[in-house]
């Protein structure tokens, strides 16, 4: 029985027997539907077949046309949004470019002042090294750290010794303003000997 089982033939047959009785099972004809009595005003037009009204189809058109002028009019306020972001880009690029402009002739006026300054700074610290020690202590005591230090960077260190240790010896409090600008100088002396050259 097993063996019958297996067999290719029982399982084909089995298998179109299924078949026609879920065929049969689901195969039922279609009732019509009931005819409804024609009316003559549907079917008779005058004119040609085409031109003949349906609501629905008017509905669609209206529904098409109004799909087109939103579109339109997205079109519309896209292309001025378009245009505006043509006019900004202009805009931009024309401040960006007077930007770079300005930034270059900075530069240039940061590099000529550098210049001019380093020139003025090596005339005074020419002129102070020909003072007395006691004379230029006098003149760095009226003047700030800052500009004592700029001016201590362009002399030599004969030339800056003297002049700082006369600063220290006229009380304690400018012993240790002199300290502060030794301080200063070694860290303005670094830095010019890591600026690279230009």
Known sequence: MKRLLQSPWVSSILGLVLFLATMIAV???????????????KT???????????PEMDLLMSELKQQKEAL?????????LAER????????????QVVQQAQTEFDQNVTRVREQETSNLKKLAKMYSTMSPEGAAA????????????????????????????????????????????????????????????
């Open 139 to 198: 003149v760095f005591k009226a003047m700030d750290d800052a500009s004592v230090v700029k001016v201590l960077t362009f002399m030599r260190e004969t030339e800056t010794a003297p002049v700082l240790e006369a600063m220290a010896r006229q009380s304690e409090a400018d012993a240790k303003r002199v300290a502060g600008i030794s301080e200063r100088l070694r860290l303005s002396i670094a830095e010019v000997k890591k600026a690279p050259a230009s």
């Open 72 to 80: 339109a009019a997205k079109e519309k306020s896209l292309n001025e």
């Open 85 to 96: 972001l043509r006019t900004e880009r202009s805009e931009l690029n024309q401040l960006t």
């Open 27 to 41: 195969w039922r004809p279609r009732a019509l539907p009931p005819e409804e009595p024609m009316l003559e005003s």
């Open 44 to 54: 008779r037009h005058n004119g040609p077949s085409w031109a003949f009204f349906n």
